[in-house]
């Protein structure tokens, strides 16, 4: 090379030199920005929950025990009821219903044949006087022909027994008569038009419906006057005192209750959650379409409401609750994020932050909710894993906390 040519090379490297640092450095590994979370010792829970309502424990429904014209009910929801003294309902005959042109005229009919009927007994009856009065007479007159001895004892006995017939016929024509007149009135009863009754504003021989328990008035079902069929109901009575919560968890979840578990009654409108215990897990399911238009299999569950009636004493029956019931917990277990786990060959795995590089790591583990799980073995408490790793994130890779 001459000396012209060592000059430009001379010249030219500390350019060289430059860009290749230039370009070394641009091109240089970044390290992966992440978000690093500490494993710690803490209290773990893990529950199932959905939302549920409350409900009073022991609610009966009164309803009307016949048919008839109501009157009007004067309870209110919220009414205190004594069991067998408040009367809840009063329950008086209803008027006939209107007759049509064609039952009318066949009513009328019925009332005809009715008197017809009644004039025929008449006949009849003075026909049967007539032949017991004419058979006493002979009898008074044979008689005294047996006291003479003029007539046989034979003849005697025949006139009395004509005259014990002739009575009889006669009580028996009284007695159709009566039967006669009894249908003629029952026939003109079948003509009662509407508004005929007694005057409900004044007394009447109603039947009572009376309180079948002590407790409150949750709602009145029936509240005007008007007519109700047998069986109606009538009013709702139960002990707002006496709440129960009942939810209706998926059947995979709720196999996982059991009776006597803990609860938490949470979204009730006070500032702490309320203490309840599973008391019943109903073992029929039902089929129940969601908001999505899923069709799931749920089943209810009952607990019971273990705090002092004073702290809830404003809820009542058919309040929005949501309670959550606590499967498995420990106040001092060794957790991670769940936002930090991934399957890795089958394991559960995470990213620990070791000299600003990410070291992949399996574990062990437990019992997990929807925020935390807890480890076994794999990692102790103070280490940092990554949390959501993404695909930039590798064994080995230079990572940096965001």
């Known amino acids: 090379m001459t000396q012209a040519g060592w000059r430009r090379f001379w010249f030219w490297l500390p350019a060289f030199i430059a860009l290749a640092g230039a370009l070394a450095w641009l091109f240089r590994p970044q390290p992966v920005s992440v978000d690093l979370a500490t494993v710690v010792r803490g ?21 009307a025990p016949l048919a008839g014209h109501m009157r009007r009910i004067e309870l209110e929801a919220g009414d205190s009821v004594a069991a067998g003294e408040t009367i809840v309902a009063r329950i008086e005959p209803s008027d006939p219903s209107f007759l049509d042109r064609r039952s009318e005229a066949e009513v009328r009919a019925g009332i005809r044949a009715s008197e017809a009927a009644r004039v025929h007994a008449a006949a009849e ?31 005697l006995e025949s ?10 016929a006669v009580d028996e024509s009284v007695a159709g008569l009566r039967v006669r007149e009894s249908e003629l009135e029952q026939a003109k009863a079948r003509l009662m038009a509407p508004g005929r009754s007694a005057d409900r504003s004044t007394d009447c021989d109603c039947v009572t419906v009376k309180s079948p328990v002590s407790g409150r008035v949750l709602q009145v079902l029936a509240e005007s ?3 109700v069929a047998s069986g109606t109901p009538l009013v709702e ?50 089929t129940k379409v969601s908001a999505l238009g899923v069709e799931e299999q749920r089943v209810k569950v009952i607990i019971d409401i273990t705090e002092p009636a004073e702290r809830w004493r ?33 394991e559960w795995a995470v990213f ?22 807890a480890v076994l073995k794999g990692v102790a408490a103070g280490d940092a894993v990554v949390v959501h790793p993404s695909d930039r994130v590798s064994n080995g890779a230079r990572i940096e906390q965001r």
């Not at 209290?43 to 309803?63: A, C, I, K, N, Y």
């Not at 049967?128 to 006493?136: N, S, Y």
């Not at 006496?242 to 998926?250: A, I, P, R, S």
């Not at 062990?364 to 929807?370: E, H, Q, V």
């Open 225 to 227: 006057e008007g007519i």
């Open 125 to 155: 009856l003075r026909r049967a006087q007539a032949e017991r009065d004419f058979a006493v007479t002979e009898l008074t007159r044979y008689e005294g022909l047996a006291a003479s001895r003029t007539i046989s004892q034979n003849d």
């Open 237 to 286: 009575i139960g002990d707002p005192g006496k709440l129960e919560v009942v939810t209706d968890l998926l059947s995979t979840e709720a196999v996982k209750v059991r009776t006597g578990q803990r609860a938490l009654i949470e979204g009730w409108g006070g500032d702490n959650a309320l203490e309840g215990v599973v008391r019943r897990v109903e073992p029929y399911g039902f």
């Open 43 to 63: 209290p773990l829970q893990v529950s199932v929950s959905d939302d549920g309502e409350t409900r009073v424990r022991d609610m009966f429904v009164v309803s």
């Open 352 to 373: 620990v932050s070791r000299d600003g590089r990410a070291r992949l790591q399996t574990l062990a583990i437990g019992n997990m909710n929807g925020i935390d799980a």
């Open 314 to 346: 404003h809820l009542g029956h058919g309040y929005r609750v949501e309670p959550r019931i606590v499967l498995w917990e420990s106040n001092d277990v060794l957790k991670v994020p769940l936002s930090s786990l991934f399957r890795q060959g089958g």
């Open 159 to 168: 006139a009395r027994r004509r005259a014990r017939t002739t009575e009889a």
